[in-house]
């Protein structure tokens, strides 16, 4: 500060430069970086399976301590089950996995009752197949909904005016990509306020709480507990995408298999269908394949009673596109086609081991 102020006040008079000059002058050029990244490495990726194997072999640490955590959290049951009856629904958080805890919780004291597990870290996962899954299963019912707040509702009311048992929906991550949205906690909230619905829970994002305002924090009414496990994340976040993973303009196998289990039925088939068409059409080293045409795939898909109308079709394409599962393009014709961004060895192989 000396030296600012004897460049601003040299002899008593007006300063002779500015404060910015004053740093301009005296900010030097950007000091040495290194440039050891991980392109210069000799082995820069590996394979997906490469590095579950790799994960595999490195020893646990604290295993004593972390099981005796465990033991500790499992006689907290009886007290969960107590709140949940009590009209409170309980929240997971703290550092490490809570997925062991949840597992074992529902094999524990949820054997007997009827409840829903839902994966939260799925890529794939949607809302409605969730509330689907409600509906449908548990109540019979297939019909449609204007929105998810209204089938959250539905689900709700249906449940609480019939002498049906009691309904758990363990969610692990429910901060987790899919489900974060706006109406999707919305949704979530509605369904958790009813009598005859039991919502647990993990968190693991530190802004999870800012997911709720104060309408929803109400419909949830919580019942928070630390459980810090200590537990790796290894279910969590195998669909994540690593610095180490080797990453390419086609989809990984194990990559394509990962988002293939959280689809329905029914999207399996469409994809299964699209992969069989690009096999059979598309030659070996043919840059001239356009795709299977959106027309067609409709026809195709009605034909094998997979979707009822286009605009169902439209929102399970949007889904894999946006999984990057499928790629969408107009052609000269001005028709979409769409393609799957995978060479023909890897699409037998995946289409080959799926359906074993």
Known sequence: ????????????????????????????????????????????RLEQAAIQT???????????DCQQLFEEYSQLYSYWLLQMSSGYN????????????????????????????????????TLKQVLNSLSSDLLGHNGT????????QFIGDKQTGSEMSEIFLIIHNLDGPML???????????LASSKCVHVMASVDHINSSLLWDQTKMSRFSWAWHDVTTFQTY??????????????????ALSSLTHVMRSLTPNARKIFELLAKYQLENKREG???????????CYRRCREDFLVNSDLTLRAQLTEFI??????????????????????????????????D
Do not use: W
């Open 145 to 152: 909904f204007k929105s998810h707040t209204e089938h959250a």
């Open 322 to 355: 946006d999984h990057k599962l499928v790629r969408s393009a107009k052609g000269s014709d001005g028709v979409d086609y769409l393609t799957i961004p995978v060479d023909d060895a890897t699409l037998s192989q995946f289409l080959s081991e799926f359906n």
């Open 54 to 64: 790799a994960l595999q072999d490195v020893p646990s640490f604290f295993q004593g």
């Open 1 to 44: 500060m000396a030296a600012v102020a004897a460049q601003l006040n040299r002899g008593g008079g007006v300063a002779e430069h500015s404060l910015e000059d004053y740093f301009t002058a005296h900010t030097g050029a950007a000091g040495p970086t290194s440039d050891s990244t991980l392109s210069r490495l000799a082995r820069p």
């Open 234 to 251: 290894k279910e969590e976040t195998s669909y994540e995408n690593s610095l180490l993973v080797q990453q390419s303009s086609s989809l």
């Open 286 to 296: 043919e840059r001239s394949y356009q795709g299977l045409s959106f027309s067609e």
């Open 90 to 125: 309980v929240l997971l958080y703290g550092l490490g996995s809570k997925k062991r805890l949840l597992d074992d919780f529902c094999k524990s004291c949820l054997s007997q009752s009827c409840h829903l597990v839902v994966n939260g870290y799925f890529p794939g996962l």
């Open 180 to 190: 974060r949205s706006e109406r999707a906690q919305a949704a979530l909230s509605v």
